[in-house]
């Protein structure tokens, strides 16, 4: 459940950042509030408030910006108390979930399946959820789901940088790249973790490789980290290099970026519904 966790901390993120933006126009707005009386079927409002101890209630029947200002104020509160009931619900369910990864589970089972490898117990040709599968194209997902099983050249570089497992047993280098996966799984999409490649000279390795239709490449490489000078120079260098062998976005390769492992998850979704599946 790990996913779900850090799904949940990017929820409990994202409302608090609304709430902080939200405490502060509502502090700039003025002291008081919006009253009205009805007489004869006529509304006038008035904006009440204290002076000097003193309660005070002025007509702005005439001051629409005023009516809105307080409008405004008063959405902004009750919006804040909405937000912050929120907050504590999702903090309260991130702390009870249970963690659902790999190393969780092996040790909640019986002492003879904890000394089996990892892979005894994922099913890596299975399609789960696959939106090309209602098309008919069974044969087409056998092919893509053997292509992905077959051996292949993987990256040896920094294994101990691969700490994220993923529901497929697949540890991956960041939490972005474990939602990618984890999406990319949920619509049964075959792929291949940063296989090796060979442009002219040079070796890399781009984070998901898929194989189209007309059985060609095409590349999916997420750049995190891009507050940090150092990574972002090592990722323009590698666009470079692969931009001469003709890896080119928008042609056969899709770029995505985060800052501090922060990424939008609709935004992932329809990138695999209206750019990855469809090449399949």
């Given amino acids: 459940m790990a996913i779900y966790r850090d799904q949940l901390k990017e929820m409990v993120y994202e409302q608090k950042k609304i709430l902080m933006k939200y405490t502060n126009d509502r502090n700039k707005c003025k002291e008081g509030n919006l009253a009205y009386c009805a007489n004869h ?104 789901v053997n292509w992905a099983k077959e051996p292949y050249e993987k990256s040896t570089y920094n294994p101990k940088g691969l700490k994220y497992p993923t529901s497929i047993g697949l540890k991956v280098r960041s939490k972005s790249e474990q939602h990618i996966v984890e999406q990319l799984v949920n619509y049964g999409v075959p792929f ?35 507050n940090d000078p150092v990574y972002c120079a090592r990722h323009k260098r590698k666009m470079e290099l692969m931009e001469k062998g003709g890896i080119v976005p928008w042609r056969n390769l899709i770029v995505t970026y985060d800052i501090d492992d922060y990424i939008n998850i609709p935004m992932i979704k329809s990138i695999i519904e209206n750019d990855v599946i469809p090449r399949l």
């Avoid at 907050?87 to 009870?96: C, G, N, Q, S, Y």
């Fill in 192 to 226: 291949r973790y940063e296989q090796v490649i060979r442009v002219y000279e040079n070796y890399f390795a781009p984070d998901l490789t898929f194989r189209a239709i007309d059985l060609s490449l095409f590349y999916w490489e997420h750049a995190g980290m891009m």
């Fill in 41 to 144: 079927g006529k509304k006038t409002y008035y904006h009440t408030h204290y002076e000097d101890g003193r309660y005070v209630r002025t007509s702005i029947d005439r001051n629409p910006e005023a009516i809105k200002e307080l409008a405004r104020k008063e959405f902004l509160s009750v919006s804040c108390k909405v937000l912050n009931h929120n907050i504590k619900v999702l903090e309260k369910a991130e702390k009870r979930l249970l963690d659902g990864d790999i190393e969780y589970l092996k040790g909640n089972m019986q002492k003879a399946y904890r000394q089996l490898p990892d892979e005894y117990f994922f099913n890596n040709g299975s399609v789960q959820r696959s939106i090309y599968a209602v098309r008919g194209a069974e044969e087409g997902i056998r092919r893509h």
